[in-house]
C-alpha cells in the first residue's frame, strides 16, 4: 500500500483565450486540435472536465454545441460571477472535495482570485494544457471499464438529481421509483484494476482512507481467509459502474472488515447501509461477531456515524482480543442481529457462509 499524488477528478476550464483562442463574443473562436485532444484524453482517463467562464451562457454554450463538444462538459458555469463561487458550485454538485478538483485559466488575477478563495483548488495556466496529459495528477493509477463511462455516469446522475427535485412526494418514494438494483460479487482478477481506483477514490466514505494495490487485492482474492467483494449499482437511468468494495478477513469467531468505501455518487441511496445491513445477516448466518477497522481521515465522520448508527462500537470482546492493529486505527465491534433490509432496492450477492473460508 502506498501513497501516490492526488489525482484530479475534474478539470474546470476557462473558454475565452483558454478552450478556445479568441473571445467568443467579439468574433468566431476555435479550438485547437491539440486542445481537443487533451480533452479527449483525459475524459478517456475517467477525468470529468466542466466550465467556469464569465460569458453570455447561450452564445458560450451555443458555440461549444457548434464546435462538437459540450458533451465533454459536466455542470458547467457559465455567467458573470466570480469563478470562485462557480468552482464551489461545480464541486458542491459533483460531490467532490476541493482538491479533487483543477483550474486552468489564461488570466492570471482570475487564477489569483481562485486560489484567495479556494486554496485547496490546482490552479494552472494557459501554457500548461498541453502539460495535462503527462502530468503525474492527471494521470489516475488504473484505467478500467468505468473510467471511459464515468462522464456519461455523471451525466445520468445529474438527469437523476433534476428528476428528485421536481418529485412530488417522499424521499423513499423516490428511491423506490428508480428501480434500484445492487449486485455484491467476489471479485474476479479482471476486475481488481476496478478495486483499486476505488480504494483510491473515495475518501469521504472510505472506513479507514487506506488505499490497497491491485497486487495487494490479488493475494487477499488468493487467500481462502479473505473475502474481496465489489458493490455495483444500476437503475433506470443506467449504470452507476463499480461503486463499492468490502475487504472481510474471516476468522473462526468473528469477521474483520478490515475496508468498507463506496462512492459519494450513491450516498443518498443508502449504499453503505444496504452493504452493512446484509453483511450483519450474513455474520448472523455464520455465527460470528463482526469488527470494523476504523481510521478517522478528516473526511470519512459519515463513515463512522454510519457504523455507530448500525450499532457497531467499541469493546473488549474476547472474540477478537488481542488483536494487533494500526495505533490510529479503532477496532468496532457488534454482536450481530438479524435486520431487514430497506425495501428500495433489490440485492444480488453471494452467500457468505459458503463455502467456510477461515482460518485460525
Given at each position: ?59 458560450a454554450w451555443g458555440r461549444l454545441v457548434e464546435l462538437g463538444v459540450a458533451e465533454y462538459f459536466i455542470a458547467p458555469q457559465i455567467g458573470w460571477h466570480p469563478k470562485s463561487d ?275
Amino acid at each position: 500500500m502506498t501513497e501516490q499524488i492526488n489525482t484530479v477528478k475534474c478539470l474546470v476550464w476557462d473558454l475565452d483565450n483558454t478552450l478556445w483562442a479568441g473571445t467568443v463574443l467579439e468574433e468566431t473562436v476555435g479550438i485547437d486540435h491539440a486542445v481537443r485532444h487533451v480533452l479527449e484524453v483525459l475524459d478517456a482517463r475517467g477525468i470529468l472536465h466542466s466550465i467556469a467562464s464569465k460569458n453570455e451562457p447561450e452564445i458560450a454554450w451555443g458555440r461549444l454545441v457548434e464546435l462538437g463538444v459540450a458533451e465533454y462538459f459536466i455542470a458547467p458555469q457559465i455567467g458573470w460571477h466570480p469563478k470562485s463561487d462557480s468552482i464551489r458550485r461545480i464541486a458542491d454538485q459533483l460531490n467532490f472535495a476541493h482538491d479533487a478538483v483543477a483550474f486552468v485559466d489564461d488570466e492570471p488575477a482570475e487564477r489569483a482570485e481562485v486560489a484567495f478563495h479556494l486554496p485547496n483548488i490546482r490552479c494552472y495556466t494557459r501554457e500548461q494544457i498541453m502539460d495535462f496529459i503527462t502530468l503525474p495528477e492527471f494521470q489516475p493509477a488504473a484505467i478500467t471499464v468505468d473510467s471511459g463511462r464515468r462522464r456519461h455516469m455523471y451525466q445520468a446522475n445529474l438527469r437523476r438529481q433534476a428528476e428528485r427535485e421536481e418529485f412530488r412526494g417522499a424521499d423513499v418514494e423516490f428511491l423506490r421509483s428508480l428501480d434500484l438494483r445492487l449486485c455484491i460479487e467476489r471479485a474476479k482478477a479482471t476486475e481488481l484494476p476496478r478495486i483499486e481506483e476505488l480504494t483510491r477514490r473515495t475518501s469521504q466514505m472510505n472506513a479507514t482512507g487506506i488505499h490497497y494495490s491491485e497486487r495487494v487485492l490479488r493475494e487477499l482474492c488468493e487467500d481462502p481467509g479473505h473475502e474481496v467483494l465489489l458493490a455495483m449499482l444500476d437503475d433506470r437511468f443506467g449504470s452507476h459502474g463499480a461503486i463499492g468494495v468490502v475487504l472481510l478477513e474471516k476468522c473462526r469467531s468473528y469477521w474483520r472488515l478490515k475496508l468498507l468505501a463506496t462512492s459519494c455518487r450513491v450516498v443518498s441511496f443508502g449504499v453503505g447501509a444496504m452493504i452493512l445491513n446484509w453483511l450483519i445477516n450474513q455474520a448472523v448466518k455464520g455465527g460470528v461477531h463482526l469488527v470494523a477497522d476504523f481510521r478517522a481521515t478528516g473526511r470519512n465522520r459519515i463513515m463512522e456515524i454510519t457504523y455507530r448508527f448500525l450499532g457497531f462500537s467499541l469493546s473488549d470482546c474476547e472474540c477478537f482480543s488481542p488483536l494487533p492493529q494500526h495505533e490510529d486505527m479503532e477496532l468496532l465491534h457488534l454482536v450481530p442481529g438479524a435486520r431487514d433490509l430497506p425495501g428500495t432496492m433489490r440485492l444480488t450477492a453471494p452467500d457468505l457462509t459458503h463455502p467456510a473460508s477461515v482460518q485460525g
